[in-house]
């Protein structure tokens, strides 16, 4: 893909992220197991990018974090604490709004693309 | 204690955040890079050992310290943000030791007419050290105002900042980028590698106290009990009278009287830093208070000596004309040499301060490699 392009894609992504770590945050998981559930299912997303991104959202007050010792090395678990769950739920409502009309815009775009052939 | 490339990497993420989240994010970055790193061994089978390559490849995919460090700090809420910030701590330390250099050779310069006398020295120091202070004010202001306004005015992603290549000191130009050529730049892998070692500033050199426990043992011995040692001697005839071996002694009897109760104090007083620290076996705050001081007094003896008395006393010297000889070129070469080690023990004594505040020394060669700092 070219620059320019790729830029634009990354910028698309950019904007799904807050939405999907929380997502996947109903069950506290420490930011290697997080990235690793996210490759899964197909969402590759840089770990430098990962990792800053858990803390700011712990900063912005939407998750709660603690050092865990169970294991042979200490983690830290991040999980959704209520204002998180809250906030989850707008963004979905918000995403689901989005995507409807984006697929009713680009749904439109192809029909007209069609039409012009 | 032996260092991986992640305790250096993540050394460098910390040093560029600040101090209250620093040692928090390091741990949890230490622990997901051995995540990373075990998860790596367990796709290989988990029965190979790790080895540097392994470390390398997860290093260059989570970016450089710089990069990693700037997503961790608040976006936009700084006054001079990642992008400028390694830049700004050279160019602060670059104008900081500039303006140090500068004032300790007016120091110098206006200490150099004076009699020597402890009032005359403190008058002096306190006008100059006011300047200095005026002088700090005053460029590390104005670097830090430029560098803010450069954090406002040159678009974040559209600028670089890289050294010209063909200035032996750090000259850096800011250079406008293409989005293309930012994605290239961003996309190129950078060497974990060419991190830079943790060394342990702490760690107490055995061999460097021992000698250094030697040499003033010697010394004080042969200043305190055998002073007719130090002088000239030569072979030869005086006044006609048969040729035998001829020697007179060098110092004068003030230094005896003066300087040499002050070194002894020196002398036996680093005797005992060095015991302290060779049993401690690392140096503490203490004994680095300690030897501040040791140096601070080091600086005044050495400046006293330079510009108090005439040390050397020539009178004893045979014949005539090799006195005067004498006279007119060892007062001056010890006086320049006097003066040397006064303005190398006050360097020091800067060194040991900063050691002290910062928990680490800043050589010359961090000064100048802006592309190591810098990480670009």
């Known amino acids: 893909m070219d620059g320019p392009i790729q830029n634009l894609v990354n910028e698309l992504r950019r904007g799904t992220l807050v939405l999907t770590v929380l997502s996947q945050l109903e069950t506290r998981q420490y930011g290697y197991s997080l990235k690793q559930r996210l490759s899964e299912k197909g969402l590759e997303i840089d770990q430098g990018t990962l990792y800053p991104l858990m803390r700011r959202l712990e900063k912005q ?57 | 204690m032996e260092t991986t490339l992640f305790d250096r990497y993540v050394r460098e993420v910390g040093r560029r955040l600040p101090k209250k989240q620093r040692e928090d994010v390091q741990a949890e970055l230490h622990s997901l890079l051995l995540d990373a790193l075990q998860d790596r061994m367990a796709d290989r089978g988990g029965e190979e050992a790790a080895t540097e390559e392994d470390r390398v490849a997860i290093l260059q995919e989570l970016g450089s310290p710089a990069q990693v460090a700037g997503q961790y700090l608040p976006q936009n809420r700084y006054l001079i943000g990642p992008r400028f910030f390694d830049l700004y701590r050279i160019v602060v330390i670059a104008v900081w030791g500039a303006l140090t250099l500068a004032h300790v050779v007016l120091l110098v310069l206006s200490l150099w007419g004076e009699t020597g006398t402890f009032r005359d020295a403190s008058i002096a120091f306190f006008e100059v050290f006011e300047g200095y202070i005026g002088a700090l004010l005053s460029g590390l202001g104005s670097v830090t105002l430029t560098f803010a306004i450069l954090e406002r005015v040159l678009p974040e992603d559209k600028y670089v900042a890289h050294r010209i290549e063909s200035y032996p ?33 702490d760690r107490v050199e055995v061999w460097e106290q021992a000698v250094g426990i030697v040499f003033l043992v010697l010394a004080l011995i042969l200043f305190n009990f055998f002073p007719q040692w130090i002088g000239g001697s030569f072979v030869g005839s005086i006044d006609g009278g048969p040729v035998t071996w001829h020697s007179w002694p060098l110092l004068a009897p003030i230094f005896f009287e003066r300087y040499l109760p002050l070194l002894n104090v020196l002398w036996i007083g680093n005797i005992g830093l060095s015991i302290v620290v060779l049993r401690q076996g690392r140096w503490q705050r203490g004994t680095r208070i300690v030897d501040l001081v040791l140096t601070g007094l080091s600086a005044f003896v050495l400046y006293q000596m330079a510009f108090g008395p005439a040390l050397l006393s020539m009178d004893a010297v045979q014949p005539a004309d090799l006195r005067e000889l004498l006279e007119t070129v060892f007062p001056p070469l010890l006086k320049v040499g006097l003066v040397i080690g006064f303005l190398a023990t006050i360097g020091e004594l800067i060194g040991q301060f900063v ?16 592309r190591k700092l810098t990480g670009t």
């Open chain 1, 61 to 117: 007050g939407l998750l709660d974090s603690e050092w865990s010792h169970e294991t042979s090395r200490p983690r830290r678990y991040y999980v959704l604490n209520d204002t998180g769950r809250k906030t989850l739920d707008t963004l979905k409502e918000e995403w689901k709004a989005l995507t409807s009309a984006m697929e009713d815009l680009l749904g439109k775009d192809e029909e007209n693309g069609n039409d012009s052939l």
């Open chain 2, 169 to 201: 000191v750090p000259v850096v130009a800011f250079r406008k980028v293409e989005d293309a050529q930012i994605l290239e730049e961003r996309q190129e892998p950078w060497d974990p590698r060419t991190l830079p070692e943790i060394e342990d500033h």
């Open chain 2, 355 to 370: 050691r002290l505040v910062w928990g680490r020394p800043v050589t010359m060669r961090e000064l100048l490699d802006v």
